[in-house]
């Protein structure tokens, strides 16, 4: 059980602070989604778990011992697998992994088996002899993945791991993650693609300014009590803009669609028919459980934006 209570932080010459009092838990054998925009205190929260940032105001655990005394005496026990790439361009995949494995106290036999077990899982034994400056985005990805999995870490941090790559390469690496959680590692898992997340995470977090703004698993959240009507009108009145901004009414990129999140006592129906009323001309609805996207949505009144 990884452990992260009321967690604050403050960045050296800076008012604001990165974040305020976060309490979260990730269990080995999960998948953890953390998401937030631009700016919400995710990579503050990564740099605290790979120990790039010292703990102000709050604590971490790992089995009951704060993680940086797990750090002093296991510092592989959690490993980060960053967006930028983490290893030698001007190295082959296999010169590389010899490197990393070292670096991470492997040696004889059990080096050898690590390196082959994880160019092997990571599909990369067609390209052990390759410069990593070579290699397509999602090769250079599956060598970042490989890479931190070496020492067979308790919990597994992935930035943004499938930044740049193909369809294909993108499935590959969800499925070899989910595969690793199930084998029982920890994971928490970073990422701006909402689909990955609704597709393989257990438990989600949504971070806004600093913030934990909705936890739980992923039915919680997609079945939550919020309820959402996206609806697209060709034809504006007056009188139904006054209506939705009265209902707060987010506008989704565009002055043609919008998203309500009703209130208990409100139906489908009920806004639909007001919005008629005014003589606005109602040309698509969808209604009915939420996504991932959804929620993010409603609860953060932002879109995703360019790191």
Known sequence: MLQIEHLKFQYPNTSKVALHDITLRAQSGQILGLLGPNGAGKSTVMAH????????????????RTLADVRRSAPQTMTLAPQEYAFYPMLTVAENMACFAAISGLRGQKKLERIA??????????FSNTRAE?????????????IALLPEPKFLLL?????????QSRTFILEAIRQLADGGMGIIYTSHYMEEIEAI????????????????TLDELLNSSNRILRVVVSTWTDGAR??????????????????????????????????EQ??????QIEWGKNNLEQVFMTLTHKRLRDE
Do not use: W
Request: with cysteine; net charge negative.
């Open 201 to 216: 995470a257990d438990h989600v977090v949504i971070m806004d300014d600093g913030r934990i703004v909705c936890a739980g």
């Open 159 to 167: 930035d943004e791991p499938t930044v740049g790559v193909d369809p």
């Open 49 to 64: 778990l790979a120990g790039l940032l010292p703990v102000q105001a709050g604590q971490i655990t790992l089995d009951q």
């Open 134 to 146: 070579r290699l397509s985005g999602g090769l250079k990805r599956r060598l970042n993945l490989a």
């Open 242 to 275: 006054s209506l939705l901004q009265a209902m707060d009414a987010q506008f989704n990129g565009n002055s043609a669609e919008l998203t309500l999140t009703l209130a208990p006592e409100q139906t489908p129906a009920y806004i639909l028919t007001a919005l």
């Open 117 to 126: 077990k994880y160019t092997q899982f990571s599909q990369l034994e067609n």
């Open 278 to 283: 005014t003589g606005a001309a109602i040309t």
